[in-house]
């Protein structure tokens, strides 16, 4: 589990393709106290770290994440939001993100709002039930509130401080990103659609946290 809260901005130093889709990534503070086998949020995908050292870590990722995520377009040098896994005591910055990206959109258009630019993103038809205004989204690995919806997707606002921490502020109109919806939202919508049809059951209630 994951809060949205980057930590520091890491760069692709080896992608080896295989079965295993491999990522070598330079880093530093993400390395504290990693040891094999724990989690870290890349771009929003939750990968597991599979080697280390003082400069980077390896993580290994299955052909369906490289697929339904925008960690096929990573080449030498791109840069990649990262993420600790969330530790028993860490603050809770954000909101509760699970590194399992339901999709991807593209960004169709930035302008300036203020001190801020506003970021219009497409979504998949299939995650409109789950965004709504005022509510979270992860974008990239990125808890940010949604301002508006639309047909197409959704519009964020970014503040210089997330333009400069985080990837978002190198991306541009064409550009994909990865997506994750809020986790409570998914069980609010599973809970509503379930009364609807009848189909509440006490397992239902239970998954969605009212029990």
């Not at 692709?12 to 390395?31: C, D, F, Q, T, W």
């Not at 929003?44 to 290994?60: E, K, M, W």
């Not at 210089?160 to 994750?180: A, C």
Request: proline letters at 3%; charged letters at 25%.
């Amino acid at each position: 589990m994951f809060t949205g809260m980057i930590v520091e901005i890491g760069k692709i130093e080896r992608v080896s393709p295989g079965e295993a889709y491999r990522l070598k990534i330079r880093a530093k503070k993400v390395l504290s106290n990693v040891e094999r086998g724990d989690s870290i949020s890349v771009d929003g995908a939750c990968l597991t770290v599979v080697n280390f050292d003082g400069r980077g870590f390896d993580v290994d990722a299955m052909p369906e994440t490289i697929e339904k995520t925008t960690l096929k377009y990573l080449r030498v040098g791109s840069p990649v939001n990262l993420e600790p896994a969330l530790k028993l005591g860490d603050k809770m910055g954000g909101h509760w993100v699970t590194g399992h990206v339901d999709g991807t959109g593209k960004i169709l258009n930035t302008r300036k709002a203020g001190n801020s630019i506003l970021y219009e993103i497409s979504a998949p038809k299939e995650l409109s039930h789950y965004l709504v205004p005022k509510g979270s989204v992860a974008v990239d690995g990125i808890s940010l509130t949604i301002i508006e919806c639309s047909g197409e997707g959704f519009a964020i606002g970014l503040i210089p401080h997330t333009l400069q921490h985080t990837t978002l502020g190198t991306k541009g109109v064409g550009d994909h990103v990865n997506l994750e919806t809020d986790i409570i939202g998914k069980y609010v919508h599973r809970y509503i659609k379930g009364a609807a049809e009848g189909t509440v059951t006490e397992k239902l209630l239970h998954d969605a946290g009212f029990m």
